[in-house]
């Protein structure tokens, strides 16, 4: 039988991507905000079950409806992978708008965590399954004018990683993804020297389908990068 796999923002970048990777070997749990991104992701998805819904990942109610859809498709979500996020607004920290900067926790955090709410139980019910959080390598080196998603990737990062202790006796695992540049439409201008998104999504995928333990972090930089402490 086929695991399923649930992958948020899986219309751009690193999530379609693993979505394409997966397709062949898994079934497909995917929503994104894009219309227009999912019907032309939908369309190269071949020889694969399913199930997507396009809405606002920080909108409790739907991110619920969803959840309850792909389980009454699928009965059960072998692997969340919380890629959602995105870093909308950069100020100095004196400059920061407070409602940029909940909106980017309620982006890059909260959503996850409510995310990780909805499918727990189903994991813990058969004793098995994988959270992967997709965070970033500013959890590791922080830059100016990122505080805002900095601060919100650094508290997924704590969250993940207590986590990751609290469901180990269900034998859940927790894999914490830390991409550096990644030459996908969340960056304004593209750059060849950055990783591929296919490049991330091909470690994440080793990461589903290891069966000896858990991987807890990955931690991948292009070459072009120098921030590493």
């Known amino acids: 039988m086929k695991k399923t796999v649930l992958i948020t923002g899986a219309t751009d970048g690193i999530g379609k991507a693993l979505s394409l ?7 497909l749990a995917l929503c994104g905000r ?4 999912m019907k032309d992701l939908m369309m190269q998805l071949h020889d694969c079950d399913v199930y997507s819904e396009c809405f606002d990942i920080t909108d409790d109610k739907k991110r619920h409806i969803f959840c309850e859809n792909v389980k009454e498709k699928f009965g059960t979500i072998d692997v969340l992978v919380n890629n959602a996020g995105a870093n909308t607004k950069k100020d100095k920290v004196v400059d920061i708008n407070l409602d940029d900067l909940r909106y980017m926790f309620e982006l890059n955090c909260v959503s996850a965590v409510g995310m990780i709410q909805e499918i727990y139980p189903l994991m813990a019910e ?20 990122a505080g805002s998603y900095s601060a919100a990737k650094d508290a997924m990062e ?14 859940i695992g927790v894999c914490n993804v830390y991409p550096g540049g990644t030459d996908t439409n969340f960056r304004a201008n593209a750059n ?3 990783l591929k998104p296919e490049t991330v999504a091909k470690m994440i995928k080793a990461c589903i389908e290891n069966e000896e333990g858990c991987v807890h972090d990955i931690v991948i930089r292009p070459f072009i990068e120098d921030n590493m402490a």
């Open 21 to 27: 990777l997966l397709s062949k070997e898994y079934n």
């Open 34 to 37: 894009s219309e227009e991104k």
């Open 126 to 145: 058969k004793k098995q399954g994988l959270f992967v959080n997709i965070l970033s390598t500013c959890c590791l080196f922080n830059n100016p004018m």
């Open 158 to 171: 704590g969250i993940s990683k207590i986590l990751l202790k609290e469901v180990k006796p269900d034998h």
């Open 192 to 194: 060849p020297n950055y």
